[in-house]
């Protein structure tokens, strides 16, 4: 069981879905609007093994190498996507290390097609 920091870029409802794990929100923390580098600081101090996020430059912005919490960028935020993807964020959070850096290709959701008239 991992202590996750999930990011406020991310829905919500992901909470309850990443099961097995002992997951709060940045809401939670109330760490709203902090930025990127303090938060990761706060999390680690906090006692967070990993952030998920869908902000894709906080690794850039933030070098990973000796931080003792690991990243998981996801490549969507949005809802029905990152609930599709599920299986993939827990299979990345299986393989995480201190200081690691994951990114989660999600799919998206395929468009159904109206039948012509």
Not at 65 to 90: K, N
Request: charged share 20%; hydrophobic share 45%.
């Amino acid at each position: 069981m991992l202590r996750l920091l999930l990011d406020e870029n991310l829905p919500v409802a992901l909470k309850p879905l990443l099961l097995g794990h002992d997951v709060k929100t940045v809401r939670d923390m109330g760490w709203i609007g902090i930025v990127n580098g303090t938060l990761l600081r706060l999390a680690e101090d906090a006692g967070f093994q990993a952030m998920v996020t869908a902000d894709k430059n906080m690794a850039y912005q933030n070098a990973m190498a000796g931080r003792r919490i690991a990243l998981v960028v996801l490549s969507s935020s949005q809802w029905q996507t990152v609930r599709d993807g599920c299986p993939r964020i827990l299979a990345a959070l299986e393989a995480l290390s201190a200081g690691s850096y994951t990114e989660v290709a999600l799919d998206r959701p395929k468009l159904r097609r109206r039948p012509a008239p």
